[in-house]
């Protein structure tokens, strides 16, 4: 099994940036896909994004490219998701997941392993 931490959530105005970290221990964590999903108040859990077991692809939900940057450092058992330009409407809290299926999985069922969720608040 892997265990996952994020972190790096808090309050910025709208335009700012964040950059969460998603710390991953027990189980090589380069074994697993990793994913991004969210959720806001009274919403349902929607993907952000996901990123294979080497890095070198990634999958985006189609209102956040250019906006979301996933990354992985497997070297440090960490993943990441730069935002930028953030805007009110992605208020959520943010969740970090892992799957032994492949990195194109957007569906929260089909991660098995979840992090607690960090909570991100972008002001007007």
């Known amino acids: 099994q892997v265990q996952l931490v994020e972190s790096g959530g808090g309050l910025v105005q709208a335009g700012g940036s964040l950059r969460l970290s998603c710390a991953a221990s027990?189980?090589?964590?380069?074994?697993?896909?990793l994913a991004w999903f969210r959720q806001a108040p009274g919403k349902e859990r929607e993907f952000v994004a996901s990123i294979s077991r080497t890095g070198r692809s990634t999958y985006y939900a189609d209102s956040l490219k250019g906006r979301f940057t996933i990354s992985r450092d497997n070297a440090k058992n960490t993943a990441y998701l730069q935002m930028n330009s953030l805007k009110p409407e992605d208020t959520a809290v943010y969740y970090c997941a892992a799957t032994e299926g492949p990195y194109s999985y957007t569906r929260a069922p089909d991660y098995g392993y979840w992090g607690q969720g960090t909570q991100v608040t972008v002001s007007s």
């Open positions: 027990g189980r090589t964590v380069s074994n697993y896909a």
